[in-house]
């Protein structure tokens, strides 16, 4: 079996295994103010490009990335000791920023969801790393996904990466259940020998197997159940 089509199996035992959670259900409605500042954002000034970084230094678009951006409520408080109030604000400025494209999308909403889910972070991952996937999927079926050196086969493999990296070694908390963690020590082999395979894929001319500078991955993905 190809190692690509192994990850993807265990991802289907993940799903089984972790909780029922979507960004519908945990984030809030865009209020009226919201989708006017959404509809006026801009994109941020310099948008990361993704890097085979596999630690907490990664960063993509405007908001893939742990403390990226860099948005605090002016009290510089943690979301889980504001008040509902400063959270919304604190929201309110997200939505200032144009996501880079749609896995940006999906990183802002995981954003949004730990500030307003204060408390809730493993429910706002699990979600984070259901959209992630379903991206993945929906590249995985276009023809040119298939193809090494796409565009798409670039953005799937990015979305690939950061939901398997993101249940490697950022959710692995101290806290973490014994079933989560033994996914985790599954997956972590799974992820490199994949990489392997994803390198043997690329031409000489390729630097990497991630999107190029301003080549971004734009793809429709059905809403999260």
């Known amino acids: ?3 690509s089509s192994l990850v993807l199996s265990l991802s289907i035992l993940t799903g089984t295994l972790f909780a029922e959670d979507s960004f519908e259900a945990l984030n809030p409605p865009m209020s009226e103010r919201e989708k006017v500042l959404a509809q006026k954002a801009n ?6 490009e993704a890097e085979e970084k596999f630690d907490k230094t990664f960063r993509y678009g405007c908001f893939c990335g742990e403390n990226y951006p860099d948005i605090k409520d002016p009290s510089l408080k943690p979301p889980e000791y504001l008040t509902y109030t400063q959270r919304k604000k604190l929201i309110e400025k997200y939505y200032t920023i144009r996501p880079y494209d749609t896995i940006d ?5 995981h954003d949004i969801c730990y500030i307003y889910n204060a408390g809730e972070e493993q ?3 699990d979600a984070f790393y259901k959209e ?3 991206i993945y999927d929906a590249y995985d079926k276009t023809k040119e996904g298939a193809k090494p050196g796409t565009k798409a086969w670039r953005c799937k493999i990015l979305a690939s990466d950061m939901s398997a990296i993101f249940k490697t070694i950022f959710t692995a908390k101290e806290d973490i259940s014994a079933s989560r963690f033994a996914i985790f020590s599954l997956m972590t082999p799974f992820t490199i020998a994949n990489k392997i395979v994803q390198k043997s894929a690329l031409s000489m001319s390729d630097r990497s197997g991630y ?3 301003f080549e971004k991955c734009d793809i ?3 809403n999260a159940k």
């Open 123 to 125: 429910a706002c991952d």
């Open 1 to 3: 079996m190809h190692f």
């Open 132 to 134: 992630l996937r379903k």
């Open 220 to 222: 429709e993905i059905k």
């Open 43 to 48: 994109l941020c000034q310099n948008p990361a």
């Open 105 to 109: 999308a999906v990183c802002r909403k």
């Open 211 to 213: 999107p190029l500078p």
